[in-house]
DNA sequence: TATGAATGAGGATTCATTCAT
DNA sequence: CATGAATGAATCCTCATTCAT
């Protein structure tokens, strides 16, 4: 939260600059959806937003910042999404949690689609870096926790493996399913994703299983 | 190799030429490496290949067709190294073969992993969907061929969609793991990817036999 | 006093609004002081002096004009420090005399030595010119009236030569002198400046005798 | 002559980049004197050298590497003219080698007065410093030199004083009066400079004799 | 009056690309 | 073919100034 160069100048104070702000990041976004991030030059999206380059600067200290900015409001809307269905599927036997999971992140992704393709299809990833670990941590809590509490047999080492395992499976699968959009129905994607979630943790427990014995 | 650009302005004939685009590939991929994305001006690119500005533009039509020379040139040795492995992997059972295909993708990956660090943390991705398409293309086929023909009663359908998956797996996960780099033995990672592939593969066909009958 | 662009916009009138433009000016100081010409922006000084910046303009009709004010106020405190300096050496002999305006003139240099060494060393000399100008004038009435008044045998044209190297003397070495410090007792350097001018006057005096007769 | 950051990106090679790197100069001098130096911008420079912004920062690395050049080049005008004068005054007596020095070094800086007011009267004196440091170190040779010689009986601490008020009195003087061109003809100027000069060393002298005996 | 948000022309600088030699 | 000087549009960013509230 609080890096090195902050990446807002000033916090807005009125009304008005709160939603000069708004309008700013929207325009950013707009402009990375429509046309990429070579043309989302500070002008232009300064253009789009129907304010002055100066005034971004204002609130933004610098391109990179208010890129940031974007991503960081992907990753808000993404986890305000997430959160809830992840509180919901506490409370649901283990399939039909593994499967509302799955569901809940593909549906946050997708609610954002156009945008997550152009962060991840046009930003460079040093940016992507931030955009995948804020929900990365979120589910890696989640999973970890659950397999934790599930499968207190398997050793810290083996529930790191399988946790890393799983997030990725519960993430890079979807992401790259909403990116590519291959011919498969969403619910069949769902159903394979969390067979392949089910059918891996099982496997791993019964390993170690044996070899604990 | 004709697309409405022209990748190159003329083959070329003579050995210096060809030593010539060898030396400045070169020299781009060592500047990506050691100075990112960014800093890979044409000139910065043309003064480490120990050639004039002028002299790139002879090869190269422009800048992203250099670029591209690099991602191509990463994907040639990509294969180079994987085609053998696939063929090896025939003759192997299926246990062996799916354990065997998922070390050598990582193999390859490893193989050049700086590089495509690079490519894969640097390159705004429009350049990176050519990037994985080329070795996608390749593993798909590799996995498609070996599942039809192992499992003959499953529908098209069925068979694209496991395709699908098997692939992602088959490659999403060891690119994770070369770029992340996870505190997981890399023996331990082959096996996962393995068991989860087959994992799959087994329920994939039990359903659809269930379907099926 | 009536330049084409006004100075001011206004008069303060009020307490209130003279404290105020006290604090710009003062912040504007120290500003230039601390951080240089090219850092000394209206913005930076606004806030430094804890004003808007729309209040800035409310007194000072542009940037020069506040600059131009700094400058006004270092002249003046120069003045009210050289001038009861002037006063009192009307009442000593020439060789006492001459060395207390050296003295006076240093002293209320190095009085405000920071920012002397600012304005100096960092503002553009348009500025400069006026930063010198007051004070030539009040020291060249001060040493034209002695010197007309000792000497009335000299032509004007003497008079008016010998005023001018006796002016710079007394100011352009004082002033490299505070601002270059060289390292040179204080007392040395204002007997030696006085050496100087006494120098040169009985010199020029003799010079003129001879021509005279 | 190696500073940190290069002031020139790239020796020039060709016969036409030599002329380049000339007639940027060239700009930037005709530039500072006409317009000043806030009006002095790389685009205008780059415009009245007849080449592109891009060229001038082949040769330059940023803006005061520019201008940087242009003062260095009054200063080996400056000096290209003066050290043939001091050669030649270390044969004469020491009356007429006062006269010619003085003379020589308002020559030489009349020789380029119009730029030479420009780089006073408008540069932040940051640069100003560089600009007079040469000179002054050239002439503070030669009078050190020749006082220490002429005067072997002198502390070196006298010296030093000696030497650093001659040089003020052979440098700011002839500056001022290049500079505000005061209505004393020349002749009489170099005279009294001259005669200052020598009634101080003079006097110097004779207080130190009286002191050591 | 005071505020502070907004302005926008202008500045320094870069870099893909061209072209005379 | 190769060179490297030259290009110039475009980029990010600043800051003196204005103006609605």
Do not use: K
């Not at 709160?18 to 046309?35: F, H, N």
């Not at 974007?70 to 599927?89: G, W």
């Not at 493996?161 to 979807?174: K, N, Y």
């Not at 994607?189 to 019964?206: E, Q, Y």
């Amino acid at each position: 939260m609080s890096s090195v160069r902050p990446n807002r100048r000033r916090e807005p104070q009125q009304d008005r600059s709160r939603r000069t702000v708004e309008r700013i990041v929207d325009a950013a976004a707009r402009v990375l959806e429509r046309d990429g991030y070579r043309a989302a030059s500070t002008n232009r999206i300064a253009a789009e937003a129907g304010v002055s380059p100066g005034s971004l600067y204002q609130y933004f200290g610098d391109r990179d910042a208010l890129l940031e900015a974007v991503t960081a409001r992907f990753v808000a809307r993404f986890e305000e999404q997430l959160v809830p269905a992840l509180r919901r599927a506490v409370r649901e036997d283990q399939v039909a949690a593994t499967t509302s999971v799955i569901d809940a992140v593909l549906a946050a992704l997708e609610q954002q689609a156009p945008l997550l393709r152009a962060l991840v299809a046009r930003i460079p990833p040093e940016r992507q870096a931030e955009l995948t670990r804020a929900i990365r941590e979120r589910v890696t809590d989640y999973v970890f926790g659950t397999l934790a509490r599930q499968h207190v047999e398997l050793s810290p080492d083996a529930l790191d493996r399988l946790t890393w395992v799983v997030v990725e499976l519960a993430q890079s699968l979807p992401l790259r399913y909403v990116v590519d959009a291959p011919p498969i129905p969403r619910e069949a994607f769902v159903a394979d994703v969390a067979r392949l979630v089910l059918a891996h943790v099982a496997g791993v427990v019964a390993d170690e299983g044996a070899i604990a014995s």
